[in-house]
C-alpha cells in the first residue's frame, strides 16, 4: 500500500514478490524457505500473535501453523489442533496459496510430570534427554521406560525435573501401585519427543494440569 506523506490517502495498493527481506544491517534473509532444497527436515512454522495485554483469545487460540509443503515425512494436516492451520494447494505456475484456514477448537491438555532425580543425572538429562531404566511386567505387558508419578518426591532424590507433555501420550502407560499416589512407565523416548523439560524448584509448589487430572511426577533409581 503505498500512502500520500502529505493527506496519508491511499494512492495506490497491490502485492508484490519478495522473496527475501532486509534486516536491518543489510544483509537477505530467505523469506520462502520452504520452496528450497534443505529445509525437507522442518514440518512448518509456529506462529504466535498473543496479544497479553487484551487478551481476545483464549491461550493457544493465537498460534497460527503454517505446514511445509515439501516436508519429509510430509506433515499430516490437523496434526496439531490448536489455534488455526492454514491449507496451502500448489500452483500450476510453480509455488503455493491458501486455500483455507482451518480454526481449531481443541486445546491440548497438558500433564504436569515429575522426576526425582540427582544433581549428576539432570545435568545429563538436560543435556541429552531421558533413556529408560526400569522395566515391568503387567497384565502380560512389558513396560518400559522412566518412573513418573503425581507427586514431586524430593525425599527420593536432592533435585527435581518439571516435564510438561500432553495427557494424551500418557494415559496408557498408568500402571498400579500401593505408594500412595499415581504412577506411570513412560518410555523415554515419548518423553524425549513431545516434552519440555526444566528444573522444579524446591520452594514451588505444583499447579494442577490443565485438564483437572492429577500431575504426574517420576521417581529415579538410575
Given at each position: 500500500m503505498t500512502?500520500?506523506?502529505?493527506?496519508?490517502?491511499?494512492?495506490?495498493?497491490?502485492?508484490?514478490?519478495?522473496?527475501?527481506?532486509?534486516r536491518g544491517s543489510g544483509s537477505p534473509v530467505d523469506a520462502e524457505p520452504f520452496l528450497h532444497p534443505g529445509?525437507?527436515?522442518?514440518?512448518?512454522?509456529?506462529?504466535?500473535?498473543a496479544d497479553v495485554a487484551n487478551h481476545?483469545?483464549?491461550?493457544?487460540?493465537?498460534?497460527?501453523?503454517?505446514?511445509?509443503?515439501?516436508?519429509?515425512?510430509?506433515?499430516?494436516?490437523?496434526?496439531?489442533?490448536?489455534?488455526?492451520?492454514?491449507?496451502l494447494a500448489?500452483?500450476?505456475?510453480?509455488?503455493?496459496?491458501?486455500?483455507e484456514v482451518i480454526e481449531h477448537s481443541k486445546r491440548i491438555a497438558i500433564a504436569r510430570l515429575f522426576h526425582a532425580t540427582t544433581q549428576e543425572?539432570?545435568?545429563?538429562?538436560?543435556?541429552t534427554g531421558f533413556v529408560d531404566c526400569s522395566r515391568e511386567l503387567h497384565q502380560g505387558r512389558w513396560y518400559s521406560g522412566v518412573w513418573?508419578?503425581?507427586?514431586?518426591?524430593?525425599?527420593?532424590?536432592?533435585?527435581?525435573?518439571?516435564?510438561s507433555?500432553?495427557?494424551?501420550?500418557?494415559?496408557?502407560?498408568?500402571?498400579?501401585?500401593?505408594?500412595?499416589?499415581?504412577?506411570?512407565?513412560?518410555?523415554?523416548?515419548?518423553?524425549?519427543?513431545?516434552a519440555t523439560i526444566v528444573e522444579f524448584p524446591r520452594r514451588a509448589k505444583p499447579h494442577p494440569g490443565s485438564s483437572g487430572n492429577p500431575q504426574v511426577g517420576s521417581e529415579t533409581r538410575s
Open positions: 500512502l500520500d506523506r502529505a493527506t496519508l490517502d491511499v494512492v495506490d495498493s497491490g502485492f508484490q514478490h519478495r522473496p527475501e527481506l532486509l529445509w525437507e527436515h522442518v514440518a512448518g512454522a509456529l506462529i504466535s500473535g481476545p483469545h483464549p491461550p493457544g487460540h493465537d498460534f497460527m501453523l503454517f505446514p511445509n509443503p515439501n516436508a519429509a515425512p510430509p506433515y499430516t494436516e490437523r496434526q496439531l489442533p490448536v489455534g488455526r492451520e492454514w491449507r500448489p500452483l500450476v505456475e510453480g509455488g503455493y496459496q491458501i486455500v543425572n539432570a545435568r545429563k538429562i538436560l543435556a513418573l508419578a503425581e507427586v514431586s518426591l524430593f525425599e527420593l532424590e536432592p533435585l527435581i525435573l518439571l516435564v507433555m500432553p495427557e494424551d501420550l500418557v494415559r496408557q502407560y498408568e500402571l498400579p501401585g500401593d505408594q500412595g499416589y499415581r504412577r506411570w512407565l513412560v518410555p523415554a523416548e515419548v518423553i524425549n519427543r513431545h
